[in-house]
């Protein structure tokens, strides 16, 4: 049998033909776009990873160490293993290291890096600081104690008027005893003015 309208059946086998051919297009164009993409996608991945592994490694390598260090340092100082001095200059010596190591570092771990320094440069003020006010305590403590000789000195000569022998001094004592007394008094008023 043959066909009636052999000019259509061919045309509507082509157009049949070329929507097939549009639809098989249209769907293998998104899976070919997908997998070049997934590709791409891997190698950008790849790269970010091996970037983040990078910064991880100097966190852990570097960073971790030098705040290990900083610990040590503070527990050495609380044990008395080491004078304020030497702890200063060790904390200053690992700031200068965290800076040059960091300086380029623009994100929020460089942030993170400038506050480690900043919280180490007020360890180092507040050493000073505490270094400072044990030696005003000591100087204190020393000029207290010579107070305290000078009555104590007021006491012995009182103590010595009350021999026999002294009576008849007694009024060079007492007059001793005044110059003492009034020497004792001004330098408990000089203390009082350092306070």
């Known amino acids: 049998m043959k066909a009636l309208n052999t000019k259509e059946r061919n045309s509507a086998i082509l157009r049949f033909s070329l929507w097939l051919l549009i639809c098989v297009i249209i769907i293998c164009v998104p899976v070919i776009i997908t997998q070049y993409i997934t590709g791409e ?54 700031i200068n290291e965290i800076k040059t190591q960091t300086e380029t570092v623009t994100d929020w771990r ?46 012995e000569t009182i103590a010595d008027l009350n021999d026999e022998k002294k009576k008849r001094d007694l009024q060079q004592g007492l007059n001793d005893v005044e110059t003492q007394f009034k020497r004792a008094l001004k330098m408990l008023n000089n203390y009082k003015g350092g306070i």
Do not use: P, W
């Open 110 to 155: 460089g942030d993170m890096y400038r506050n480690i320094v900043s919280i180490a440069d007020y360890l180092i003020t507040a050493n000073r600081i505490m270094s400072a006010s044990a030696n005003y305590r000591e100087k204190q403590i020393s000029e207290l104690n010579k107070v305290i000789l000078e009555f104590e000195e007021c006491g």
């Open 41 to 94: 996608q891997e190698k950008i991945k790849e790269g970010e990873n091996e970037s983040l592994i990078e910064q991880i490694n100097f966190e852990r390598e570097f960073f971790a160490v030098e705040i290990q260090k900083i610990m040590d340092l503070m527990t050495s100082k609380e044990a008395k293993e080491i004078d304020t001095d030497k702890f200063n200059a060790e904390l200053l010596n690992i």
